[in-house]
């Protein structure tokens, strides 16, 4: 019988991994930080065409794109003249468990069915754990969810148990963790166990089946306004919704579209403190994702990430939950669609956005997903109120502080945005680099790596370089 204790299990992870998920990693490698991430995509991933044949078959995919006419209007009205982009918005709840995750789903688990393994993985506290399920259902294949959802004293968030009935509504079985290294372990021990696939978030299966939501805005877009969008955005938490879409955009031809991110700002929040996990009211779309994932994206539970956000964003902008709750009842009360907070982050960054562009640009939200009693915003402020934070009117840019205080916008003028530079988030990420692999010394190949990862120049790596180490490097 296998060792099962912590350290055995960790020690076997790319032995685990490899059979789970059937991808041989090490051929794409050329050291253990620079590999060849268009041929992985090309060699592994689905065509876009097989994959929109693939989602067709499960009814994934070609939902709505919506303006947002009254929204429009209350923008122009408080925008200065000549200013107030129009907004459109992707309606992913459409989708037949509620979100854009079906598409991320709808790969893994034909491929996991394709080569005939009996079950499907997930590990995740999102709506990723009910794609998997619902998927998983449509092909007749057995489920597996296991979800971060209790701090060390078993108090759970409601949003992450209202996505855990929706796993195990679509028959899924839900392991239910505190927070912590737990989660991987587990996960671990179940893929050795059963021998299920691993439908991780960040395979190019997954990537593969969110290009079509790119390719879609791209040709709905232009059908309805004769281009393509000015600026789509997107909300940023792990990276795989940003990475694929923006590829999708490019197949389609929408090359000049400015490609921007949303998150949430919970600076100084930890995503895996046990102090930390009910001081967040966004259980995804916020900063401890959306930072680390950008500037270490390996930090996944697979060998080399698939969803590399920095190669494709031009933009970062963060906004408050206040704001993210104020959007939300904006959207309902306005245009008569209830929706979650996911792609509502994103909105209150566009939202802001419009106010500042010309009247003659198209911004494209590109989710909304489902909401339930667990995601409503009067569910997450009862709670917020319960663990000690204080909720209050104002201006949330001037007065939210993380953990401790949500503000709620007093009128939709409000609404803004923080801006983070993007040459400190690849510094950030040339730092992470250098520590995770404890690098003095890279070749010309790991440079030029790097430069792609990061969506910048060859010169620029090589002086983020020169400042953390000075003259050590070579």
């Known amino acids: 019988m296998r060792d099962i204790s912590y350290e055995a299990v960790l020690a076997r992870k790319n032995e685990i991994m490899k059979k789970a998920v059937g991808i041989d990693y090490e051929k794409f490698m050329s050291s253990e930080l620079a590999f060849d991430y268009e041929q992985m995509m090309e060699e592994v991933g689905y065509s876009l065409d097989k994959v929109r044949e693939i989602q067709a078959e499960t009814g994934v995919g070609n939902t709505t794109l919506v303006e947002l006419k009254q929204i429009n209007r209350l923008i122009k009205k408080i925008a200065q003249k000549g200013k107030g982009a129009r907004i459109f918005v992707k309606d992913e709840a459409t989708n037949p468990s509620g979100s854009y995750k079906d598409r991320r789903a709808s790969v893994s688990v034909y491929h996991a069915q394709k080569h005939g393994y009996k079950g499907v993985i997930a590990a995740t506290s999102g709506n990723y754990g009910a794609a998997v399920a619902s998927q998983a259902a449509k092909r007749g294949l057995k489920c597996i969810i296991t979800q971060e959802c209790y701090d ?3 108090i759970g968030q409601p949003e992450i148990l209202e996505k855990g009935r929706a796993c195990e509504a679509y028959g899924a079985e ?33 990537i593969a089946g969110v290009e079509t939501l790119g390719y879609e805005i791209a040709i709905q877009t232009k059908e309805l306004v004769g281009k393509y969008p000015d600026a789509v955005v997107i909300t940023h938490a792990g990276g795989g919704i940003l990475t694929g879409t923006a590829r999708g955009l490019k197949k389609a031809g929408a090359i000049d579209t400015e490609i921007i991110a949303a998150s949430v700002n919970l600076k100084g929040l930890h995503m895996a403190s046990d102090n930390d996990f009910n001081k967040k009211y966004f259980t995804t779309g916020h900063t401890g994702f959306g930072i680390p994932f950008a500037t270490f994206p390996d930090r996944s539970d697979v060998p080399k990430n698939a969803a590399r956000a920095l190669r494709y964003m031009d933009r970062y902008l963060l906004v408050t939950q206040g704001e993210v709750f104020y959007i939300t009842e904006m959207l309902a009360q306005l245009e008569g669609m209830q929706r979650g907070p996911a792609g509502n982050t994103s909105l209150a960054a566009a939202f802001a956005l419009a106010l500042e562009m010309d009247d003659d640009k198209v911004i494209v939200v590109n989710e909304t997903e489902y909401t339930g009693a667990g995601k409503l915003p009067s569910a997450q402020l009862t709670f917020a109120k319960k663990m000690g934070m204080e909720i209050k009117r104002g201006d949330p840019i001037k007065e939210d502080i993380p953990g401790k205080r949500i503000v709620i916008p007093e009128h939709p003028s409000q609404i803004g945005y923080i801006e983070l530079n993007m040459d400190d988030v690849r510094r950030s990420y040339v730092k992470e680099v250098i520590k995770r692999y404890n690098k003095k010394n890279f070749t010309n190949e790991e440079i030029k790596f790097m430069a792609e990862d990061t969506n910048t120049t060859e010169e620029k790596i090589k002086q983020f370089i020169s400042e953390f180490l000075g003259g050590e490097e070579n």
């Open 174 to 206: 839900v392991v239910q963790l505190t927070v912590g290294p737990e989660l991987f372990y587990y996960t671990l021990v179940l893929l050795e166990e059963t021998g299920f696939f691993n439908a991780s978030l960040y395979t190019p299966y997954a």
């Open 152 to 154: 060390s004293r078993w």
